[in-house]
T-cell receptor, first 112, second 110 residues
Framework: NAGVTQTPKFQVLKTGQSMTLQCAQDMNHNSMYWYRQDPGMGLRLIYYSASEGTTDKGEVPNGYNVSRLNKREFSLRLESAAPSQTSVYFC???????????FGSGTRLTVV | DQQVKQNSPSLSVQEGRISILNCDYTNSMFDYFLWYKKYPAEGPTFLISISSIKDKNEDGRFTVFLNKSAKHLSLHIVPSQPGDSAVYFCAASGSNKFYFGSGTKLNVKP
């Protein structure tokens, strides 16, 4: 089925470890996004890529890096994980502009 | 500071009655608004949208109302069904990205 695929679904890291969250979409969407969801905070934008080859910071970019590898793939990297990065991470894609997003099913990350 | 706010973290409604979920925003430049529905362990899914040039959009049991002067939108679900139990996020569009509220957890009791 067409959509947004995120891997892994679950991950536990120790403080200071690094990891990359993977996201791929097969809808030929131009724009891709990384959000984190925390209780009482809703969905907050970490980074986004309006088109292949471009990336921009969102509301909460500190501690993260991203790579738009090609039109399909947009990865999120934590270089040195901290407990404050414990969250559920969602990748999304869209055709850009005012159209809504298609979200992946999320990655639940725990940093101990 | 959050530009989109949902001040009710939860709402409980009896099956068959109306559910009203509210959302406020601060940026008058937002031009498009959406509601998303999220079940546990799944990503949010698009529910209904409204452009800033309209004040109402209806899709089956779901109606979204927009009051631009008050910077307020609401989602009405009539009649509510147990399968509607989920977290509902409102979102507003600005600068090629969406800003989300903190969500309202709706519980529809049989």
């Amino acid at each position: 089925n067409a959509g947004v695929t995120q891997t892994p679904k679950f991950q536990v890291l120790k403080t200071g470890q690094s990891m990359t969250l993977q996201c791929a979409q097969d809808m030929n969407h131009n724009s891709m996004y990384w959000y984190r969801q925390d209780p009482g905070m809703g969905l907050r934008l970490i980074y986004y890529s309006a088109s292949e080859g471009t990336t921009d910071k969102g509301e909460v970019p500190n501690g993260y890096n991203v790579s738009r590898l090609n039109k399909r793939e947009f990865s999120l990297r934590l270089e040195s994980a901290a407990p404050s990065q414990t969250s559920v991470y969602f990748c999304a894609s869209s055709t850009g502009g005012i159209m809504g997003y298609t979200f992946g099913s999320g990655t639940r990350l725990t940093v101990v | 500071d959050q530009q989109v706010k949902q001040n009710s973290p939860s709402l409980s409604v009896q099956e068959g009655r109306i559910s009203i979920l509210n959302c406020d925003y601060t940026n008058s430049m937002f031009d498009y608004f959406l509601w998303y529905k999220k079940y546990p362990a799944e990503g949010p899914t698009f529910l209904i949208s409204i452009s800033s040039i309209k004040d109402k959009n209806e899709d089956g049991r779901f109606t979204v109302f927009l009051n631009k002067s008050a910077k307020h939108l609401s989602l009405h679900i009539v009649p509510s069904q147990p399968g509607d139990s989920a977290v509902y996020f409102c979102a507003a569009s600005g600068s090629n990205k969406f800003y989300f509220g903190s969500g309202t957890k709706l519980n529809v009791k049989p």
